[in-house]
């Protein structure tokens, strides 16, 4: 299965600024995903991070506000913009390699906005 | 509306207590159901898929098994390092996944 590197691990992070988070795997692959979760939630999935095309965002979830990047097979980064303490959560990447593991996750990066 | 429900949202056993966990789903273009375990301050770490009704998988200590409308994550003689979260997901047609709000099974020696 696909092995994925999430930075930063963790964060605190002033209102009103933005963090950018980094998901990279260690193959190419064709479908990415960003998830938060919310202390003691499950997760929720923000977007599809497509290759060479703009994402595609989950209802509740806009672009201004959650930008995406994904340049290659490989990499993907999402941003959280103009923060406020509502934005503290956990946030995943995911990955599908289309083989018996199905989908594979990041360690997450833990999110303190104060 | 799509939508999946596990139960209970808690559940504590004594060390070799056997016991079930449930996922309940509706959605429409079932492709999968996964099954997931989360460590505190960790992502999901992936356990089973089942792809159709009547279709079991077993692993060390766990065992999965899927119906049409549920699937049931069944633990026997459980230890305390099984303590976790156990998060279950379906996947729609589209290759998204529709997460359950998990257990959390904490195992007491």
């Known amino acids: 299965s696909a092995v994925i590197s999430q930075k930063p691990s963790r964060d605190i992070c002033q209102r009103g600024t933005s963090l950018t988070i980094q998901c990279q795997v260690d193959?190419?692959?064709?479908?990415m995903f960003w998830y938060r979760q919310q202390p003691g939630q499950s997760l929720t999935l923000i977007a599809t991070?497509?290759?060479?095309?703009?994402?595609?965002?989950e209802s509740g979830f806009v672009i201004d506000k959650f930008p995406i990047s994904r340049p290659n097979l490989t990499f993907s980064t999402l941003t959280v913009s103009n923060m406020s303490p509502e934005d503290s959560s956990i946030y995943l990447c995911?990955?599908?390699?289309?083989?018996?593991?199905?989908?594979?996750f990041g360690s997450g990066t833990r999110l303190t906005v104060v | 509306e799509d939508q999946v429900t596990q139960s209970p949202e808690a559940l504590r056993l004594q060390e070799g207590e056997s016991s079930s966990l449930n996922c309940s789903y509706t959605?429409?273009?079932?492709?999968?159901l996964f099954w997931y375990r989360q460590d505190p301050g960790k992502g999901p770490e992936f356990l089973f898929t089942?792809?159709?009704a009547g279709e079991e998988k077993e692993k060390e200590r766990l065992k999965a098994t899927l119906t049409k409308k549920e699937s049931f994550l069944h633990i026997t003689a459980p230890k305390p390092e099984d303590s976790a979260t156990y998060l279950c997901?379906?996947?729609?047609?589209?290759?998204?996944?529709?997460f359950g709000q998990g257990t959390t099974l904490q195992v007491k020696p």
């Open positions: 089942l792809y159709s």
């Open positions: 997901a379906v996947q729609r047609n589209t290759g998204k996944l529709i």
């Open positions: 995911s990955v599908y390699s289309g083989t018996g593991d199905g989908y594979t």
């Open positions: 991070a497509n290759q060479g095309s703009e994402a595609t965002y």
């Open positions: 959605v429409s273009g079932l492709r999968g």
């Open positions: 193959s190419q692959v064709t479908m």
